[in-house]
């Protein structure tokens, strides 16, 4: 089977920050990489705390799952990494703000450190109608 690296940097998604693609598309599937909350124009971590955080991130993942021609309504599975699980109450209110009355599959876990040292890294499967 063929895959597809996308590459968003024409879009509202951050580039890469090191050697791996922003998402795979192998078939009608889109494994989307883990999104942080970097602002796409300057490559900082947007100010704020986790509700800041979490906004940012799910936009970067969503322009990533749009540039492979899917959407937030076709995401079937996601990874929420937490610095701290004491913020699990405000991600998974914006979180649901962003879904909707789609409700992913999803597994949320805290970890040590995450990249940039940000709060929180959301990752995701979605399917494609091509």
């Known amino acids: 089977m063929s895959t597809e690296s996308l590459t968003t940097f024409y879009l509202a998604a ?4 090191g050697p791996y693609s922003q998402g795979i598309k192998t078939g009608n599937l889109v494994f989307a990489s883990g999104c942080i909350p970097l602002d796409p124009t300057t490559m900082e971590v947007v100010s704020g705390g986790i509700e800041e955080q979490t906004t940012q991130s799910l936009k970067n993942l ?3 799952v749009e540039a492979a021609g899917s959407s937030l309504s076709q995401v079937a599975k996601t990874t929420v990494f937490l610095k701290n699980m004491g913020d699990f109450a ?3 209110k914006i979180y649901g703000e962003f879904f909707g009355d789609h409700k992913p599959a999803r597994s949320a876990v805290e970890v040590a450190r995450l990249p940039k040292d940000v709060l929180v890294e959301i990752e995701c499967i979605a399917v494609t109608n091509s």
């Open 90 to 92: 405000s991600m998974n």
């Open 62 to 64: 969503k322009a990533v």
């Open 14 to 17: 951050p580039g890469a920050i």
